[in-house]
Nanobody, 127 residues
């Protein structure tokens, strides 16, 4: 198992930036792909971004493409989500998640492919 802890959320004005971090408890974290999802009040959970275990492949949801960047530092067991040009519609609780190694289809952004989830961090973008 792997435990995930998000941090870095907060309140920011539209057009601003935030960087979220997802820290993992497990040394073999480098074997796990990682995804970021978000959920706004009254809405379904939405895929934001995902990164392969080695960081060589990244994937983005259409609503964040070109504004968000996912990266990882396996030496620090941490995955980051750099969010630029934030909009009020980006307001949500952001979760990082990881599928079990060997799981296929995680890059499609299906939340059911992800077995481990953090507790979430709130991001609020004011207009």
């Amino acid at each position: 198992q792997v435990q995930l802890v998000e941090s870095g959320g907060g309140l920011v004005q539209a057009g601003g930036s935030l960087r979220l971090s997802c820290a993992a408890s497990r040394r073999s974290f480098s074997s796990y792909a990682v995804g970021w999802f978000r959920q706004a009040p009254g809405k379904e959970r939405e895929f934001a971004a995902a990164i392969s275990w080695g960081g060589g492949a990244t994937y983005y949801g259409d609503s964040v493409k070109g504004r968000f960047t996912i990266s990882r530092d396996n030496a620090k067991n941490t995955v980051y989500l750099q969010m630029n040009s934030l909009k009020p519609e980006d307001t949500a609780v952001y979760y990082c998640a990881a599928p079990n190694p060997g799981t296929t289809g995680w890059s499609t952004g299906l939340s059911t492919k992800y077995a481990y989830w953090g507790q979430g961090t709130q991001v609020t973008v004011s207009s």
